[in-house]
């Protein structure tokens, strides 16, 4: 089955840094990869999604790359705010396995003031 | 918010105790998944049904056993359960396999406690 890597597993940043999470997949038939945020107390909810076909997308101040070839895709979070501290997962999901989704371990983000 | 509800929102149990989690979609959705989120193991796929089907059980313990009556309810029966299962059960729906919408929608999380 899929198996998803995330590193760092903690990242603390100074406000108005950027933050980079990574994460690999093993399955190269994976096409979706989707990012959660969770906060504290809170509910994970889907801050950003990419598919195979496309190779970066954004939203605003932040964005997801895929590299299909290296199987790895990363999170980039620009000018970030104290409100960006949480809990991020990676995710990966295989067409040939319904809709499932495969989770990274999470990368805690602590942003400070 | 009404998406997905989870009830009871925390919950207590002896090992010796029979309860029963209950997660509500109001979105829709075809496809109904059960969580489990520790330290150990942030997020961990325990059951998956879609259309009323269990499709996917990932190895887990038989005291943990899901029932899905229709496509917006789910249930995780809960009995004889050990000190290391005590973790936030999560509830997830989405629109289903036979769709492009992968996307997950979380319920609050039942934040259980095994004594």
């Known amino acids: 089955g899929e198996n998803v890597e995330q590193h760092p597993s903690t990242l603390s940043v100074q406000e108005g840094d950027s933050a980079v999470i990574k994460c690999t997949y093993s399955d190269s038939a994976s096409n979706y990869f989707p990012w959660y945020k969770q906060e504290l107390g809170k509910r994970p909810q889907l801050i950003i999604d990419i598919r195979s076909n496309v190779g970066e997308k954004k939203d605003q101040r932040i964005a997801v790359t895929l590299n299909k070839t290296a199987k790895h895709f990363s999170l980039h979070i620009t000018e970030t705010q104290p409100e960006d501290s949480a809990v991020y997962f990676c995710a990966a999901s295989n067409p040939n396995a319904g809709n499932m989704l495969t989770f990274g371990g999470g990368t805690r983000l602590m942003v400070k003031p | ?115």
């Open chain 2, 1 to 115: 918010e009404t998406g997905v509800t989870q009830t009871p929102r925390h919950l207590v149990m002896g090992m010796t105790n029979k309860k029963s989690l209950k997660c509500e979609q109001h979105l829709g959705h075809n496809a109904m998944y059960w969580y489990k989120q520790s330290a150990k193991k942030p997020l961990e796929l325990m059951f998956v049904y879609n259309f009323k089907e269990q499709t996917e059980n990932n190895s887990v313990p038989s005291r943990f056993s899901p029932e899905c009556p229709n496509s917006s309810h789910l249930f995780l029966h809960l009995h004889t359960l050990q000190p290391e299962d005590s973790a936030l059960y999560l509830c997830a729906s989405s629109q289903g396999r036979t769709t492009r919408s992968y996307e997950q929608y979380f319920g609050p999380g039942t934040r259980l406690t095994v004594t």
